[in-house]
């Protein structure tokens, strides 16, 4: 290239500088020189989504997938524009039409997009009113990802030697808004209808049992699936294949189902028993049905990471579902129980009642750890998963005794640093606190302030605090002659009534200002006891792990 000259734009690039300069502004067009309308990471709370029409058409034969998105929205104050997350999404033309009052008709609108902040702002012809609800359409097109996050593409070669495609979703934490437009934050929840175009020879899952299938053309179904229940966007998951599956109802009716590549479902029967097991487990001991008519457990060729909760369609990487009783390891048949009794916990600890923010990931994840050790204990003794926890309790202590380890419940805001959060503090450690805590104050209380807990906030979000103060204001369920809840709403008892409770008539348990202690600060105590004499000295201190000296040369 010559001095003082640049190289010219590709051609897609050029398009795109012509339309800038021209001012076009038509919908699915960027908004020439417009300045952005919104100025932050995360997305203004004045428009929530109440309801999500999906329809998603995957094609894998070139890749790529088309989308139409249909999102009733509810305005709480006066705005121009509308902010909401999109990643790598084409969109073709978007449109805001009212509701009530008659309805208006649908009208494009300006899109601006913030690739950085992967958001992108619709502009409505008129302003959108505060106390009215509108219906957000987007049509849009995109390429199935590469990597394994948003809807990507994932292959295996059957037994014949042929390669196989198929496609899947992972959108934990951030990735929902690579495969449709969306409030992609876990605090905007709402209700999902989704469809799903594919050929005949493959199969359709979703969250939600399917409803019908209609033939679109003769190289074509679409597949309609039932209303989800109010969730948030990390949960919704689609997965358009060639699986087969085994099934099996629960004693309280749900239908569960394993699903694999067709060569190895002989592999699908163990995960099956203990998803039964588990589910029937974990409906007892919260007290809370399972609020879906089904749970699909299904192993994915290609998957990061060891498994991930999406309600009703938990997707697993195939070593920790499958399970081959010719050549599977005892410590393999542990890894997959744990895993499974891992993602059914969240059906309710982190879908049913969802973390409000990310920050507060430990409350999903470590609780999800820490009831993997309960209820394995219960359904399958045989595993001595007692020892296995105790274990993951050091790696725990080993990293937090490190400067670079952070607090259990610490602030963040972009993907990134959303992503670093996903670690042994936020699991490991999240999980033996609670079984630190549940020994402290007997296994009843804790197991009643957990119900309490999931009943309060239920389909909603919560924070660190709602656990602890959940915990503080209950009386334990046995024992009651003794136990009253007193005006401050703190449990008091006597001290013969329980004495691993740790209460005596008039002293309080606050569990929040107790395990405030715990997350919100890194690392665990070290306390040193002295004795002098007659004097016992305590002196408390972080643990820090030492750094080696380095061994003397000879």
């Not at 109440?50 to 989308?67: E, K, P």
């Not at 409350?363 to 296995?388: I, Q």
Request: glycine share 6%; hydrophobic share 40%; proline share 5%.
């Amino acid at each position: 290239m010559a001095a003082g000259r640049r190289a010219p734009p590709p051609p897609g690039r050029l398009l795109a500088l012509v339309a800038a300069l021209l001012g076009l502004a038509s919908g699915g067009q960027r908004g020439g020189h417009a300045p952005f309308p919104w100025g932050e990471s995360r997305l203004p709370t004045h428009v929530v989504p109440l309801h999500y029409d999906l329809l998603i058409h995957a094609n894998l034969s070139t890749l790529t997938f088309s989308g139409a998105a249909r999102i009733r929205v509810a305005v709480a104050q006066q705005t121009d524009w509308l902010v909401l997350h999109s990643k790598r999404l084409r969109i073709a033309q978007a449109a805001i039409e009212g509701e009530g009052e008659g309805g208006r008709a649908a009208r494009d609108v300006q899109v601006l997009e913030h690739e950085a902040r992967e958001q992108v702002a619709l502009r409505a012809a008129e302003p959108l009113r505060a106390g009215h609800s509108y219906t957000v359409s987007v049509r849009y097109a995109a390429n199935l990802s590469e990597a394994f996050h948003g809807f990507y593409k994932s292959t295996y070669r059957g037994r014949d030697g042929e390669l196989r495609v198929l496609a899947s979703t992972h959108f934990e934490p951030t990735a929902a808004r690579m495969a449709f437009p969306c409030f992609d934050e876990p605090a905007f929840k709402a209700t999902f209808s989704i469809k799903i175009r594919r050929e005949p020879k493959h199969l359709a899952l979703s969250n939600m049992p399917l409803v019908k299938t209609i033939n679109i053309s003769a190289s074509l179904v679409e597949d309609h699936f039932d209303t989800s229940v109010k969730m948030s966007t990390y949960l919704v998951a689609f997965i358009v294949s060639d699986f087969k599956s085994v099934s099996k109802i629960t004693s309280h009716g749900v239908k569960i189902s394993v699903y694999t590549v067709p060569d190895k479902i002989h592999q699908a029967d163990y995960a099956l028993d203990a998803a039964v097991k588990l589910l029937d487990f974990y409906e007892d001991y919260f007290s809370i049905p399972y609020p879906l008519p089904k749970q699909d457990l299904a192993a994915i060729p290609d998957f990061e990471s060891g498994a991930m909760e999406n309600w009703g369609l938990t997707t697993y990487r195939e070593s920790a579902l499958l399970y081959d009783p010719a050549t599977s390891s005892v410590s393999s048949k542990l890894f997959i129980t744990m895993i499974i009794a891992h993602e059914l916990a969240h059906q309710w600890f982190g879908n049913l009642v969802t973390m409000e923010w990310w920050n507060d990931l430990w409350l999903n994840e470590g609780f999800a750890k820490f009831m993997e050790f309960v209820s394995v204990s219960v359904t399958h003794p045989e595993l001595r998963v007692e020892d296995y926890f105790l274990g993951k309790c050091f790696d725990a202590m080993e990293v937090d005794a490190l400067n670079s380890s952070h607090p259990m419940s610490t602030p963040v805001e972009d993907p990134a640093e959303i992503l670093e959060m996903f670690d042994n503090v936020s699991y490991e450690k999240g999980s033996c606190i609670l079984n630190m805590l549940r020994d402290y104050m007997a296994a009843d209380v804790f197991k009643a302030g957990l119900k309490q807990y999931l009943q309060k906030y239920s389909y909603q979000n919560a924070k660190n605090e709602d656990l602890w103060n959940s915990m503080t204001k209950i009386c334990p369920t046995v024992g009651t002659d003794e136990s009253t809840l007193e005006g401050d709403n703190f449990c008091r008892r006597n001290q013969e009534s329980h004495s691993n409770a740790h209460w005596t008539k008039r002293d309080t348990l606050d569990v929040r200002a107790m395990m405030n202690t715990w997350t919100l600060q890194k690392g665990f105590p070290l306390v040193t006891v002295t004795v002098r004499g007659k004097n016992v000295h305590l002196q408390q201190e972080r643990y820090r792990k030492e750094v080696d000296s380095p061994l003397p040369s000879e």
